[in-house]
Structure formats: structure tokens, C-alpha cells
């Protein structure tokens, strides 16, 4: 029990420094805030005792000697002497890996799904701009066309009316205007007497 207990705390130490290394070289630690780094180790020690715990129940039911933590500190140290180049250079690999992947996947998802997306954003305001600028166009040029028949077709009707009016006696056209000024008095009236209730 005490020989398997021996074996399998020091390969605990060598998992544990495998696992700092692959922490150091994931979390970056000199390029993050101080306080972060802190609570980032404060967690990672506090997980690794417990992957210890773990291990030592299974083993012998959780008994703590003082040789455990011998053995912990020599894997620790085989780790460090003869597998951490190894380690960190496999680690490396795998993490450019990961990198070279994920830096993939993101340029796919842009040119796949993030510029049709904006191609097609462009291509509905370009489109409706342009749909904007044409009706505008023509409906000036219809305005205009109506505008100008009708005031074809009227102008017979306004050269008969004007004869008409100089035709008509003076009494007839002062009485004319009188009415539509009592009619503009009466408008302008009404208009003070809401305004002034407003």
C-alpha cells in the first residue's frame, strides 16, 4: 500500500508540474493584471490540493503522511529534470494547433456568413436609395406633365372668365369683392378664436 501510495504521489508531482506549465502558457501570467494572476493561482493551487485529496482516497482512504509530500516534490522534480522541455514543446505545438484552428474557423465564419451579410446589407440600402431616387425622379416628371396639361386645358376656361369678368358691370365686381373679404374676415375670425382657446 505505502509502495503504490510512493508511485502514485510522485506521478501526482509530475501531472502537477505538467499542469503549471499548461497554466502558465494558457493564462499568460506576465501580461495579466496583478490582482487577476493572484486569484487565477490562488485557484489553481486550490484545485491541484484537491486533485491530491482526491488521489490519496482513492489510494489508501485519504491518509496524509509526511513521505506524500516527498514524493510530490520528487515527481515535481523528475518532471522538471528530465520531461518539462518535452512537455512544453509538445504544449506549444498543440497550442499553435489550436490557434492556427481557431483563427480558421473565425476567417471562415467571417467570409462565409459576416461579409455575404454585409454585402447583402449594402446591396438592400444601395437598392433602396436607388428605388427612392427614381420614384422621385418620375414623379417630378409626372407633376410635371400634369401640371402643364392642366393648365392647358384650363386656360381656354380662364380666358372666357377673365372676358366674362370684364364684361360685368362694376356694381357686380364691387359686391364680388366684398363677399370673399367678409368671407376672409369671417375665416381669419374663426382661426383667432381657436387659436386663442389652444
Not at 110 to 132: E, G
Not at 167 to 176: D, G
Request: charge should be positive; proline fraction near 2%; charged fraction near 15%.
Amino acid at each position: 500500500m505505502q509502495f503504490t501510495t510512493l508511485l502514485a504521489m510522485i506521478g501526482t508531482g509530475m501531472i502537477i508540474g505538467a499542469c503549471f506549465d499548461t497554466y502558465a502558457h494558457i493564462f499568460n501570467r506576465s501580461e495579466r493584471h496583478r490582482f487577476i494572476v493572484w486569484i487565477a493561482d490562488i485557484l489553481f493551487w486550490v484545485v491541484q490540493a484537491l486533485y491530491v485529496f482526491y488521489t490519496l482516497l482513492v489510494i489508501n482512504n485519504g491518509q496524509v503522511r509526511l513521505y506524500i509530500f516527498f514524493s510530490i516534490l520528487c515527481g515535481y522534480a523528475t518532471y522538471q529534470a528530465l520531461f518539462q522541455r518535452m512537455y512544453v514543446r509538445l504544449l506549444q505545438k498543440i497550442i499553435h494547433i489550436f490557434v492556427t484552428l481557431y483563427r480558421l474557423i473565425v476567417r471562415m465564419f467571417y467570409y462565409i456568413i459576416i461579409l455575404p451579410l454585409r454585402l447583402l446589407y449594402r446591396f438592400c440600402i444601395f437598392l433602396f436609395i436607388t428605388t427612392c431616387h427614381v420614384v422621385l425622379s418620375v414623379g417630378k416628371i409626372l407633376y410635371k406633365v400634369i401640371y402643364g396639361c392642366i393648365q392647358f386645358l384650363l386656360r381656354p376656361f380662364i380666358w372666357i372668365g377673365r372676358f366674362i369678368w370684364k364684361r360685368t358691370p362694376f356694381r357686380f365686381q364691387a359686391a364680388v369683392g366684398r363677399f370673399f373679404h367678409m368671407g376672409k374676415g369671417f375665416l381669419l375670425k374663426v382661426a383667432n378664436t381657436f387659436r386663442k382657446k389652444g
